[in-house]
């Protein structure tokens, strides 16, 4: 049975440290296409997400027809809200932060626990929750954080799931962090050449997945391309 647990304010024991990079911000809106960034040139560029919510569309619509879209709706908000949860313990835990973990549920508070001693392998934080842009992918979006990882500049992207995943199976995600990986360098000039997913899993201890950037370059321009050119179909089915 999962239950509340009780008021727990908890101290960061880590002090991470933050390098501080000065970052031209680009502004976010939401439109019926996905959201969008406005970048200080004047540029509009889709998401990272909206890009790669492209990518995964027919699974998602299988998944939907196969549970049905009652249980597709529970599944997805719950996902939602434990996922907007564990990102903000994550934050604030490499912000030397305190943390509230008394609106988790047993299970949640379960994950974050076993998930915590993951964020020791982090330091010398680049960037948290900042917002990038890049001219030559022509997207923008908002990283989970660039620092090193075990000593070695990353992205590095936290997930929630329900289940163990296998790498094959997460292609996106990969090309996700590649695409922050390729917006840093190309606002501030420093390489990062390692991306990091890291997996809080329902009953299970943490997947940590660790890969090369350019391993994902070539997919990601493919994948960006395919969007490019299903949004300019659709935009002449719309209004021929």
Not at 176 to 187: D, G, V
Not at 200 to 216: A, G, L, M, S
């Amino acid at each position: 049975m999962v239950g509340k647990t009780v008021a727990l304010i908890c101290i960061s024991k880590n002090m991470f440290k933050r390098i501080e990079i000065d970052l031209k911000i680009p502004e976010a809106e939401v439109t019926e296409h996905g959201r969008f960034y406005s970048t200080p040139e004047g540029n509009l560029y889709p998401s990272v997400t909206t890009v790669m919510s492209y990518h995964t569309r027919e699974a998602i619509k299988a998944w939907r027809e196969r549970v049905g879209e009652e249980e597709a709706n529970k599944i997805s908000n719950q996902s939602a809200t434990r996922g907007t949860k564990i990102h903000d313990l994550c934050e604030n835990v490499l912000l030397n932060k305190d943390i509230d973990t008394s609106n988790l549920s047993l299970l949640d508070k379960q994950m974050w626990d076993r998930f915590r001693p993951v964020l020791n392998n982090i330091d010398n934080i680049h960037a948290i929750e900042d917002p990038l842009y890049s001219d030559h992918l022509r997207m923008a979006g908002r990283v989970d954080c660039i620092a090193e990882w075990e000593g070695k500049l990353s992205v590095i992207d936290f997930k929630t799931s329900r289940k163990n995943k296998k790498k094959e199976w997460i292609d996106n995600y990969f090309m996700q962090c590649t695409s922050y990986a390729i917006m840093f360098e190309e606002m501030t000039g420093i390489p990062v050449p390692q991306i990091v997913v890291a997996i809080t899993v329902e009953d299970e201890f943490p997947q940590v997945f660790v890969e090369k950037r350019d391993n994902y370059v070539e997919k990601l321009l493919d994948l960006r391309l395919e969007y490019e050119r299903f949004e300019k179909l659709y935009a002449k089915v719309r209004f021929p």
